[in-house]
């Protein structure tokens, strides 16, 4: 448990996330780039699934996925989201909340170029979301688009790509003695300009 009184903040949450983020990658063994990502659709519906975060371009949190999942299908009814780090081993976690985009097809196409080979056919075997018969057909695909790009290039297939979130708040949290746990909120006030104030555990 973390038993320190007075946590200090930097003033641009995006500095304060790396800080954290840097940290984790210290301490923690296994992904500490997992980050919870909730959308809802059109009903008001939410959903919540762990995607890997892969790293902050143009003040966007990015993760790449299937267009055609159903996250994919949910962030183009409802273009809003959030994310969740959470880190065990800090005893901290940060809240984000903001619109999602998609990335341009250059970001995604460097992103897709530097994937490991079986996950590129995986991204061609997989309608993801889908209902399949059974993990054989999964298989199946998968032989037959690895024969299909034999000693070939696979090029990124156009439902395969990536999404940028833009934060309107970080929420920055660490546990404390006696559950008087340290949160600090920051709101979007103007361009590269945000506002923060501390909340009640």
């Known amino acids: 448990m973390n ?9 641009d949450p995006f500095d304060q996330f790396q800080e954290w983020f840097e940290l ?9 780039e997992a980050m919870t990502l909730a959308t809802s659709n059109s009903d008001g519906q939410p959903r919540a699934r762990i995607v890997l975060f892969k790293g902050i371009n143009s003040n966007r949190f990015m993760f790449f996925t299937n267009y055609t999942s ?30 999602i985009e998609k ?7 460097l992103y897709w ?19 399949i018969p059974n993990r054989e057909h999964l298989e199946r695909l998968y032989f037959e688009y690895q024969k299909r790009f034999e000693g070939q290039k696979i090029p990124r297939p156009s439902h395969w790509g990536g999404y940028g979130l833009a934060p309107k708040s970080f929420e920055f949290w ?3 003695a006696h559950r008087l746990h340290d ?17 009640s555990p």
Not at 3 to 11: G, H, R
Request: hydrophobic share 35%; proline share 4%; charged share 25%.
């Open 113 to 131: 170029e530097g994937r490991p080979r079986e996950s590129q056919l995986g991204a061609y075997a997989s309608e993801q979301s889908s209902v």
């Open 3 to 11: 038993t320190q009184k007075n946590l200090t903040l930097l003033a």
């Open 70 to 99: 159903k996250k994919g299908q949910e962030l183009e009814q409802n273009p809003k989201a959030a994310l969740l780090f959470h880190w065990l081993p800090l005893a901290r976690q940060i809240r984000i909340e903001g619109v």
């Open 24 to 32: 984790a990658t210290q301490v923690q063994a296994q992904h500490p």
């Open 174 to 176: 660490m546990e404390g």
């Open 103 to 109: 990335l341009s097809e250059d970001e995604s196409d």
């Open 183 to 199: 949160r600090f909120l920051y709101t979007a006030a103007g361009t590269h300009s945000w506002k923060r104030v501390r909340l």
